[in-house]
């Protein structure tokens, strides 16, 4: 099947800095590209949506401004935590599909905001 | 919030048995699909559903899209211990632009 590589698979931040997590779509073009945050024993829930050159859509109660989504290109999507704290700490999986091929996920990044 | 009912919520099985899991919605759903995710990895899709009444098999695994298209379940035969991890339904419609609602999760766990 195809390839979402996602970066970094774990990661530890101070409290108030930032930090990015890229998604990449490694052999195929990524027109939508979809970000997750999933609690320990619990499902995925869905941030946010992205289309290539375009903003993103986010579900109710994610703060755009806490959590950047940049798709810039067609096989790269980034996430950026902002000023994150403790209670950012969590699971973050994107997902990536090209037009209106089943979506593929990545490995997942561990957040730990000390 | 989540609109799938996925039971059970875990199972302990013996290494050989079947397993069976399934989903539920209050509303239509033009797609089921079913994912299994590893521990810190991400869910891989199993099997994709498309149409209602379909039954589609992959390997021990074997999923059925309901005539309603408001459940699906999925099995698993001869159960072997790499079996476990964390099995998902999702159901998406084509007036959601092709977000995915998912299940709460079944924990599979086998014991050898």
């Known amino acids: 099947g195809a390839v979402v590589s996602q970066h970094p698979s774990r990661v530890i931040c101070k409290s108030g800095t930032s930090v990015k997590i890229e998604c990449r779509s490694l052999d195929f073009q990524a027109t939508t590209m979809f970000w997750y945050r999933q609690f320990p024993k619990k499902s995925l829930m869905l941030m946010a949506t992205?289309?290539?050159?375009?903003?993103?859509?986010?579900e109710q109660g994610v703060e755009k401004d806490k959590f950047l989504i940049n798709h810039a290109s067609l096989t790269l999507s980034t996430l950026t935590v902002t000023s994150a704290h403790p209670e950012d700490s969590s699971f973050y999986i994107c997902?990536?599909?090209?037009?209106?091929?089943?979506?593929?996920f990545g490995q997942g990044t561990r957040l730990t905001v000390v | 919030g989540q609109q799938l009912n996925q039971s059970p919520q875990s199972m302990f099985i013996q290494e050989g048995e079947d397993v069976s899991m399934n989903c539920t919605s209050s509303s239509i759903f033009n797609t089921w699909l079913w994912y299994k995710q590893d521990p810190g990895e991400g869910p891989v899709l199993l099997i994709a559903l498309y149409k209602a009444g379909e039954l589609t098999s992959n390997g021990r695994l074997t999923a059925q899209f309901g005539i309603t298209r408001k459940d699906s379940f999925l099995n698993i035969s001869a159960s072997i211990p790499s079996d476990v991890g964390i099995y998902f339904c999702a159901g998406q419609r084509e007036t959601s632009g092709s977000r995915l609602t998912f299940g709460e999760g079944t924990q599979l766990t086998v014991n050898p």
């Open positions: 997902s990536a599909r090209e037009g209106r091929a089943q979506a593929f």
């Open positions: 992205s289309n290539e050159g375009s903003k993103a859509t986010y």
